[in-house]
Structures are given as structure tokens and as C-alpha cells.
């Protein structure tokens, strides 16, 4: 999945109303956040190991692992609709 594919997918579940940069690495690796009016959220991860994401994660949060856990960037996404949504 290139950057650009989980941009798309973004605007797919959110549509227009949520704000996200998403980050490439050289291995494939992924890092997206993810900002709503009144939440954020955080998601890592790699199409072939799965996708670990945070809702509001704290300023001490930085690298220190995420909550949650999704097979797939769409089910991440998913989870954290209806939160972002808000």
C-alpha cells in the first residue's frame, strides 16, 4: 500500500471532513495521523502484519505503542469513525 492508497481510503470511510497526513517508510511501513474536530487518532502499521492505532493519544504517548489492533487499514479506520466523527 502506497501513501497515496491510504489517503484514498481515508476520504473513503471519512470522507472530506477529517485531515490526515500519512507517512512512508522505505520497508512499506506506514504512519498515519488522523485529525477530527474534537479527537485525533494515530495509526502504524504494514499491510502484511497489521495495523496497531490510538484515539487521542496522550503528548507522553510519542512511541510507546498503541491500544488497539486491526488486520487492515480499513478495519482500523473503521473502528475509529465513530469517534473522529464526533
Same mark, same amino acid.
Given at each position: 500500500?502506497?501513501?497515496?492508497?491510504?489517503?484514498? $481510503?481515508?476520504?473513503?470511510?471519512? *470522507?472530506?471532513?477529517?485531515? /490526515?497526513? !500519512?507517512? &512512508?517508510? @522505505?520497508?512499506?511501513? $506506514?504512519?498515519?495521523?488522523?485529525? *477530527?474536530?474534537?479527537?485525533? /487518532?494515530? !495509526?502504524? &502499521?504494514? @499491510?502484511?502484519?497489521?495495523?496497531?492505532?490510538?484515539?487521542?493519544?496522550?503528548?507522553?504517548?510519542?512511541?510507546?505503542?498503541?491500544?488497539?489492533?486491526?488486520?487492515?487499514?480499513?478495519?482500523?479506520?473503521?473502528?475509529?469513525?465513530?469517534?473522529?466523527?464526533?
Amino acid at each position: 500500500m502506497t501513501p497515496q492508497q491510504a489517503r484514498d $481510503l481515508v476520504r473513503s470511510v471519512f *470522507g472530506d471532513g477529517i485531515h /490526515a497526513e !500519512v507517512t &512512508g517508510f @522505505p520497508g512499506g511501513n $506506514l504512519s498515519l495521523a488522523l485529525c *477530527g474536530s474534537r479527537h485525533s /487518532a494515530t !495509526v502504524d &502499521g504494514h @499491510p502484511d502484519t497489521g495495523w496497531a492505532y490510538t484515539v487521542d493519544p496522550g503528548e507522553d504517548d510519542g512511541f510507546t505503542g498503541h491500544d488497539q489492533a486491526a488486520d487492515t487499514l480499513e478495519e482500523a479506520l473503521r473502528a475509529i469513525h465513530g469517534t473522529l466523527t464526533e
